[in-house]
């Protein structure tokens, strides 16, 4: 029996495996030549007695360093594959995958909230507390949404940003699964709708507005909505429909406006003037 407990000690031996600059200290123990740590430690007189063998193998210093950062390594694969699949989820649009805070260029002066939205993200999940990021086209909205729906998913926290009229088209196309696709809505901890508008909409359409954001408010889980919508718009419904949406948005949802000039029209009017510049230098 002592035999077979001093083959399996001796199989799990790998922090003690010997190497050329491994050298027997004068206590008897096998010591790394790296880092002069023991790879062995001597048991207890009492486990000797049953064991039948003195020595069990340690981790040197040498050992645990890299033992740290094998673990290391395989952690940040695993959260790389996790983070990697819940952006497939998230994200229809793959270029959403690039609206993070890293490559924010500091032009919304409203930067700072979605950070802190993160940062406060317990708290703001335990509240039930969105965003409603209103103002005019190309203000930044999306893309501060999309900050927020990248950091938190590098944290593995599962996000699902859609655009309104995706999702009311989905609805339409499925309406037999209606209950089930709203569930799945209203299941991730954070609910993104982007481009939520909907002035024009139908009868059936305003239903199903209404169920959507309905079923988040009840599910007890926060939503963030961009929209081109004024606030004055959201506060003054033109009818009892949109009345009801608009109120159960705002009750979820802190209003935050969006100022200044359209980003996509001053990104469009920087790329013709470096255009411009180009055509002058070639005709030189």
């Known amino acids: 029996m002592n ?11 790998q922090p003690g495996e010997r ?10 123990l096998l010591y790394c030549g790296q880092c002069h740590e023991p790879k062995e430690a001597y048991f207890d007189q009492e ?3 049953v064991l039948g063998i003195k020595k069990h193998p340690r981790e040197c210093e040498c050992r645990r360093q890299k033992r740290k950062e094998e673990e290391q390594y395989r952690e940040q694969q695993r959260h790389e594959a996790v983070v990697r699949e819940l952006k497939e989820h998230c994200f229809s ?4 995958k690039e609206w ?23 708290t703001m999940k335990a509240e039930n507390t969105g965003y409603l990021f ?20 590098e944290q593995e ?19 037999s699964e209606k209950n089930t696709y709203i569930k799945n809505l209203c299941r991730v901890p954070l609910l993104i709708l982007d481009d939520f508008g ?74 013709l003037g470096r255009m411009q510049k180009r055509i002058k230098e070639k005709m030189r």
Request: hydrophobic share 35%; glycine share 8%.
């Open 3 to 13: 035999k077979m407990v001093e083959e399996t000690v001796k199989n799990m031996m």
């Open 19 to 28: 190497t050329r600059e491994d050298y027997i200290g004068e206590d008897g």
């Open 47 to 49: 486990k000797v007695g």
């Open 93 to 96: 649009d793959r270029s959403m």
């Open 100 to 122: 993070t805070f890293k490559n924010d260029k500091g032009l919304s002066e409203n930067t700072v909230l979605a950070k802190l939205y993160v940062k406060d993200w317990e």
């Open 134 to 153: 209103w103002g005019a086209v190309g203000t930044g909205k999306s893309f501060l949404a999309g900050c927020i729906a990248n950091a938190l998913l």
């Open 157 to 175: 926290i599962e996000v699902r940003m859609n655009n309104f009229a995706e999702v009311l088209n989905d609805l339409s196309a499925n309406f």
């Open 198 to 271: 909907m002035e024009r909409g139908t009868e059936y359409g305003l239903e199903q507005i209404y169920a959507v954001i309905d079923g988040r408010y009840r599910s007890g889980k926060p939503l963030i909505a961009t929209t081109n919508l004024t606030l004055q718009e959201l506060k003054n419904p033109q009818d009892t429909a949109h009345a009801r949406i608009y109120d159960r948005l705002l009750e979820m949802c802190v209003p935050v406006q969006f100022k200044g000039e359209s980003f996509r029209k001053r990104t469009a009017q920087e790329k």
